[in-house]
């Protein structure tokens, strides 16, 4: 991997990661704990409620990992290790990192 291809995954890990900020701080509101308001007219019911606090969160779960997994990508950048199989030190194919930038095996090793 040339350094024209490392700066062009950087720059989309770091798009990426700015991306899921943004996206944190919209969802915020969902996330909160649902309040039962029987005054209310034509909103949604309390279930439907919690159900959507319930997906919001687990979305907002899914999102911290991926802000981990793009961090962790930052630091092997720094460290010159980035591309490289974490299980078998190979070079990662350049084509899974454009689709995965984050990713942290080879094909090889992430199939078992």
Known sequence: MNDSDLKRLQI???ERHK????VHDMGEDA????E?????????????????QAMAQATERRRQVELVQIEQAFERLTFEE??????????????????APAVTTCVKCAGG
């Not at 308001?37 to 959507?52: C, W």
């Open 12 to 14: 989309r890990l770091e």
């Open 19 to 22: 991306e899921l900020l943004a």
């Open 31 to 34: 996330r909160k704990p649902v």
């Open 36 to 52: 039962l308001d029987q005054n209310a007219v034509g909103r949604l019911s309390r279930m439907d409620a919690m159900q959507n």
């Open 82 to 99: 980035y591309g490289f199989c974490v299980e078998c030190d190979e070079e990662i194919a350049l084509k899974r990192l454009e689709i």
